[in-house]
Structures are given as C-alpha cells and as structure tokens.
C-alpha cells in the first residue's frame, strides 16, 4: 500500500541546540551556531530539523520548561535569528519542526507567576492546585524525576502537580482557556512557518479525577503512577480537539512522544480520520532491557527482545498507520554505547545499528553526533552531570542510603547526559564546539571522533549514514517494501526482508562481537543478487551459507 505524504518520505535530524554548536563562545549552543551548520545537515542528506526547544526558560530541563511559548531564549539568540533560521531551512528545501511542550510550563512562566500568588487569581485554574491530605501531598504519585509529584506552595498554602521536575508545573486540560491559550500559541508558529511539531509528553495531559492513590510496588514513599495519566479519561477529547481547533487546518509533520503505547493505541492516535498525529515514538524497542530496577536497574537488553519489539511495530502499522524509526534522542545514551560496541568495534557497529534501523519501514530520525557514532560519556564526579533527572535520582538515592559507586554506574550507562555532551565538529579545542567554555564536559574522545575528519573520510560513519539515506530516496522497496522477519530465533543475527513487486531487500546484522553463521535456505529461489551497501570491505558475498564478521552488516537486493 502506497500513500504517500511527505512526512513518510523524510528523514528528519534532531538537534538539542544547548549542544549542537555555539557561535559567540559563551558555551552555550545558539541559532546562529545551527545556521551556521545547515550545510552540513544538508550534505547528510536530512530533509527536516526537529529542534528541542528554543523557547525562553530559566533552563531546569533545558528549555523543557518554557516561561514565555512566544519568544526565543536569550542564550540561544532572538527571534529574527530564528526567523533567519527558518528561512535558510526553506530555502535549502528542507523542514523545520519544533517541540511542542505543553504539558507543563515553567513555575517562572507568567501563567504560574499569576496562578501561585492567590487562590482567587484568574491564572490559578491554569495548573492543578490541592490542599493535601491531614498536612500531606494528596497523593503517592512519583515524579518521573524522582520525589513527589506534589509540590507545596507556601503562599497560598496548597500543593501543585508536576509530573517532571518541581520548576515544570503541569498546566490544567481541564480548563478550557488553557487549552485555547495553547491553541493560539501553536497557530502563532505554523503562521510563522513552521512544518510541524514534535510533541512532548502528549500522552499524558489528561489526569485521573481524584487522583488515587498508586498502588505499593516498591520500598519508599513515593510509587510509580503512570497508570493514572497516560492515556487519562479526557485525552482522546484534548487530542480530537486540537486536531479540529488547529492541526486539521495545515498539512504539517505530527510525531508525538507516547511513552508505553502499544501499537494499538498508535494506530489509532494516528489513524488518518479520526487521529490526531502522523506518527508516534513508541518505546518498546528502546526499553527492551529494564528489567525489575527500571531506567537505573541492570541492564538487561537483548537483541532479540529488541528484534521482537522492531517487528511487532513493523507488523501492526504495515498498513495502516506510520513508524518513526530512531533508536537515539536526547533522552537516550548513545545507541553504539548501549547496543553495540562503542571500543574495538565502534565504527562496525555504529554503521551496523544505522543499516539495521534505516532498512526499515518509516520515517528515520537521526539525533545529533548518532552520524558520526559518538559514544557515551562517563563523567567521575555528580556535579559534572547536568540534567536534572540524573541529579534529582542521585540524590533520592543517596538519600535511601544507595551507594555512590553502584549509582555512577548507572548514570554513566543511562543518563540523558550521554546524548548531551557537545557536538564533535573538529579535533579543535572542545571539539569545535565553543571557543569559551562548554555548558557540559565534553567527551574527550573528540580528537578520535568528529565530523571534521568523517567528512574526509570514504569510511567514515558519516558517509555510511550518507549512503543509507541515499539508498532509501532512490530504491521505493526501502520506502514501501513489505516488512518480514527471518530466522527469527537466531540469538545474534537479525535478518529481515522487505518486499516490492519484483524486488526483495535482504537485510543481515551481527549483534555480536564474534563470527556468526547466517544460513537461510529461501535464498535458492533468487538468480540475481546484488549488494547494496555492506559496513566491511570487500563486502560479504551472498551465500546460502555464511560467516558474518563482528557486527557486520550487509543489504542484499534480489531478483528471482
Ligand atoms: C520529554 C522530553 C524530555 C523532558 C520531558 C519533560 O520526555 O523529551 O527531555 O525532560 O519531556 O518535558
Ligand atoms: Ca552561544
């Protein structure tokens, strides 16, 4: 089935613009430092930018907390910068979209200013006020940031609900003015010209009335609560509402951020009738390995639960319904750190994961520095970490009596800081980030890895990355093929197909470090084979029989 929209046919190119590229040596990432590097998004061969927010903010989340929707954060520059922005993006042929944030604001946004300074303020009902229980939080709910969900404000004497951190109240679905406020704030950027949006945490605006108590699943006062506000009683209406009241008047980009949906909730919240978003990010491949600790608990991934997760997704949206494909964000670590192998065989494996995931059905999105297979960061000290997850859970933690060894562990292997550290662009101080000094530590293994010297470079993983998104404009049976897993019980190699027509994409990847077997019997029935692109050199030939080397990869295109 082939209908077609241009956001199908996109590859889009996330930017955290903090870390991207800073242009007058404060440290910080800026706009004019993003303009200044179009090109090279360009050269790549990336159709769309999705920028994190560049909106104002007092930076707890780094500009996930957004005190003014309407204006740019003066760090990152102004507005006609913006503007210039935007229009260079047009003028290149590509597509800006922004991150949506509208489940919470910042507490310095003046709709929380105005709502916390009295119970009778006409803002107050802009966010979720409640007195409390007997001089307790209403209820047990954990932050996604660790602590309570509940904040007690002094002034007024009632608590507030943040989902996030306590600088990120969430604003109140439930009054209408809200959601209208927030209606006009996003015609005000589509008439500015943007091409969509990206949408933060959209999943979870709407709340359980009278919210419960969680149920005790661990030690602690505070218990995970996601049960009571993803996917709350009221979404469907906000969502049905904000595709009548704007995103139904434009022919815009929509992905949505859905952590926990299942393939059924995406098809319908991107069904063309009746949902409101082209596509989601679902999680289920990407947390294939918290096992009972969660984010921070032993890491557990398995390629072939990864595998299980990629093709159930690749299955249940084959006909209806979009896929993003991304395995990296500013959420995530590093994807060669985490499920390949970012020592020996670091180039091998970036380009493995990449062939893996862009061979696939759906709309890619590569995060900033993923191109050119930038590693995790293991930063000795806490107060070298930024991000205010990380810090908030180190101190929860020791505050429980956790132990400061075992826990660096953990932020080394997960935090979001790992996907924060500046953007290698040369073997120049700072990689060529800044001429000051850098908001975060930089990965010192920049002199090895930036994109300077993979530009240069016939081998780099850049020019693979270059060549896959080639491969996808110019054979539609990447775009459109049919999706079909093979031998799907090999513990180490995963194989798919993808079929059009008369053509047959074969995709093979080594998940492993060592020499692994591939045999697949079908093959017989194939006269004409061709390899399309393969991460060692010479390439692997075709045999019904073969040996991958580590973490090699291959896609094969076949005739009968
Ligand atoms: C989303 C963003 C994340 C942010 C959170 C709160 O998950 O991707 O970076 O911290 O929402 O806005
Ligand atoms: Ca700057």
């Given at each position: 089935m082939k209908k077609t929209n241009w956001w199908k046919e996109s590859v889009v190119y996330q930017i955290y613009p903090r870390s991207f590229k800073d242009s007058n040596g404060d440290g910080i990432g800026d706009l004019q430092g993003i303009i200044s590097k179009l090109d090279y998004i360009q050269e790549l061969g990336a159709d769309v930018v999705w920028l994190s927010p560049v909106y104002k903010s007092p930076n707890d989340d780094n500009g996930y907390d957004?005190?003014?929707?309407r204006d740019i954060m003066d760090e990152f520059g102004t507005m006609a910068d913006w503007e210039q922005l935007l229009q260079d993006v047009h003028e290149r042929g590509m597509k800006l979209i922004m991150d949506l944030v509208v489940n919470h604001t910042s507490d310095e946004h003046n709709w929380f200013m105005e709502s916390r300074s009295s119970k009778d303020n006409a803002y107050r009902d802009y966010y979720i006020w409640h007195p409390g229980t007997d001089g307790r939080p209403p209820n047990n709910w954990e932050s996604v940031f660790s602590g309570s969900v509940w904040q007690y404000d002094e002034k007024t004497e009632e608590y507030y609900l943040h989902l996030y951190s306590a600088k990120q109240p969430d604003l109140n679905w439930e009054n209408p003015k809200v959601r209208e406020d927030v209606y006009d704030m996003m015609h005000f950027w589509i008439q500015k010209g943007i091409d969509g949006f990206r949408m933060d945490t959209i999943t979870t605006l709407s709340k359980t009335p009278g919210f419960p108590d969680a149920p005790q699943v661990k030690e602690g006062p505070f218990q995970p609560a996601t049960q009571y506000y993803i996917n709350g009683p009221r979404l469907q209406d906000y969502l049905a509402e904000m595709k009548r009241e704007v995103l139904s008047k434009y022919d815009l980009m929509t992905v949505g951020e859905t952590p926990g949906a299942t393939p059924e909730e995406a098809l319908s919240l991107t069904?063309?009738?009746?949902?409101?978003?082209?596509m989601l990010f679902q999680w289920e491949h990407i947390e294939a390995d918290p096992g009972t600790g969660g984010k921070w608990g032993e890491d557990t991934w398995s390629m072939p639960e990864f595998r299980q997760a990629m093709t159930k997704w690749q299955i249940e949206l084959e006909s209806r319904g979009w896929n993003t494909l991304y395995l990296s964000n500013h959420d995530q670590p590093r994807q060669v750190s985490r499920f390949g192998n970012d020592g020996e065989y670091r180039g091998e494996s970036a380009k493995m994961l990449a062939t893996c995931l862009h061979m696939m059905k759906g709309t890619p999105f590569v995060y900033q520095g993923e191109e050119l297979g930038m590693t995790n960061v293991a930063f000795e000290t806490i107060e070298e970490y930024r991000c205010v997850e990380t810090r908030n859970m180190y101190r929860a933690a020791i505050e429980a009596g956790g132990d400061h060894d075992s826990l660096m562990k953990a932020i080394h292997r997960k935090s979001r800081d790992n996907g924060r550290t500046p953007m290698h662009w040369s073997a120049d101080a700072n990689g060529g980030f800044t001429t000051g000094t850098p908001w975060i530590g930089v990965n010192p293994n920049y002199p090895k890895i930036n994109a300077e010297r993979q530009l240069g470079d016939p081998d780099s993983v850049f020019q693979y990355y270059k060549r896959l998104i080639a491969l996808r404009r110019e054979f539609p049976v990447i775009q459109w093929g049919t999706y079909q897993v093979i031998?799907?019980?090999?513990?180490?190699v995963y194989s798919y197909s993808r079929v059009m027509d008369e053509q047959t994409l074969l995709v093979i990847c080594n998940f492993s470090d060592q020499p692994r077997s591939f045999g697949w019997d079908a093959l017989h029935a194939y006269t004409r084979k061709q390899l399309l692109i393969g991460n060692y050199n010479p390439g692997v030939e075709l045999e019904s029989d073969m040996t991958l080397r580590p973490y090699e990869a291959a896609v094969y295109l076949l005739q009968s």
């Open positions: 957004i005190s003014d929707y069904d063309e009738e009746t949902g409101v978003m082209n031998l799907e019980d090999d513990p180490y």
